[in-house]
T-cell receptor
Framework: DAMVIQNPRYQVTQFGKPVTLSCSQTLNHNVMYWYQQKSSQAPKLLFHYYDKDFNNEADTPDNFQSRRPNTSFCFLDIRSPGLGDAAMYLC????????????????FGSGTQLSVL | RKEVEQDPGPFNVPEGATVAFNCTYS??????FFWYRQDCRKEPKLLMS???SGNEDGRFTAQLNRASQYISLLIRDSKLSDSATYLC??????????????FGSGTQLTVLP
């Protein structure tokens, strides 16, 4: 019954070694988000897609990229992970009814805990 | 000033107690408000939306005060299973950000036996 699925649940990578996290959804939601959450902190929005339109947050480092090949899938690429990128990465979806309207609730995946050695 | 501010706690309360959390937001144009619950090392899950007239779901009551720009969450008859971090979430609904929700840092609650 999982609606937003993230793989893997835990990911270990080496300093500077590119890593890709994946997210898929069965909800057919038009908006998909990637959040970064560090211990005892609020989830921080990295970017989101409204359909195919990519929206990057101003303070998201260039090291983070994203792809959304279709409605169901979204990927987070970290080109050169640093020690400071170790965090929980949360994918979420929502349904926005139109460009000018806000979204309602977010549906989160179970997250990927990234460790950088 | 942070867009969404919460008292981080921790709140340690005995079982059966009533506990309340407040959350303030800075953007008066904000339209939608939510409380999410997050267990340790798990994803946030929607607890309840917050409506202008206030709303109740079992032991949980949420209220919105637009004049003072805060929302609150009241938990009655606390259970051990209520132990979690409670995140205040606001849709700021400013231009270009209608699809982005802003999270508070969360308030940690521990219910003690």
């Amino acid at each position: 019954d999982a609606m937003v699925i993230q793989n893997p649940r835990y990911q270990v990578t080496q300093f500077g070694k590119p890593v890709t996290l994946s997210c898929s959804q069965t909800l057919n939601h038009n908006v998909m988000y990637w959040y970064q959450q560090k211990s005892s902190q609020a989830p921080k929005l990295l970017f989101h897609y409204y359909d195919k339109d990519f929206n990057n947050e101003a303070d998201t480092p260039d090291n983070f990229q994203s792809r959304r090949p279709n409605t169901s899938f979204c990927f987070l690429d970290i080109r050169s992970p640093g020690l400071g990128d170790a965090a929980m990465y949360l994918c979420a979806t929502s349904r926005a009814t139109s460009l000018g309207q806000g979204v309602e609730k977010l549906f989160f995946g179970s997250g990927t805990q990234l460790s950088v050695l | 000033r942070k867009e969404v501010e919460q008292d981080p706690g921790p709140f340690n309360v005995p079982e059966g107690a009533t506990v309340a959390f407040n959350c303030t937001y800075s953007n008066s144009a904000s339209q939608s408000f939510f409380w999410y619950r997050q267990d340790c090392r798990k994803e946030p899950k929607l607890l309840m939306s917050v409506y202008s007239s206030g709303n109740e779901d079992g032991r949980f009551t949420a209220q919105l005060n637009r004049a003072s720009q805060y929302i609150s969450l009241l938990i009655r008859d606390s259970k051990l299973s209520d132990s979690a971090t409670y995140l205040c979430v606001v849709n700021p609904f400013s231009s270009g950000s209608a699809r982005q929700l802003t999270f508070g840092s969360g308030t940690q609650l521990t219910v003690l036996p």
